[in-house]
């Protein structure tokens, strides 16, 4: 079940969630705990997916912006080069 939740986008996610936290609503209006804890274990993975991928594409970003070479000083003119 949990292979299921990588194919969905971000927003079907978002929208799965919504669901799932409606009916884990309606199931502890009407005592039902059983479902209740259930429905929260899905949540949680669902929660989990968007997780990494939120943490995915901000490595993404940090890879992004973070120079080849970390050399301090590198940057910098040498006089004595000229």
Known sequence: MFQEYKSLSE???DTK??????KMNMAHSM????AVDQL????EMLQFELTERLE???FDIIS???PESLV???????????
């Open 11 to 13: 927003e079907e996610l």
């Open 17 to 22: 969630m919504t669901d799932v936290l409606k």
């Open 31 to 34: 005592g039902l705990d059983d």
């Open 40 to 43: 929260q274990d899905i949540l």
């Open 56 to 58: 995915r594409q901000r």
């Open 64 to 66: 992004g912006r973070t």
């Open 72 to 82: 301090v000083g590198e940057d910098i003119d040498d006089p004595d080069d000229e």
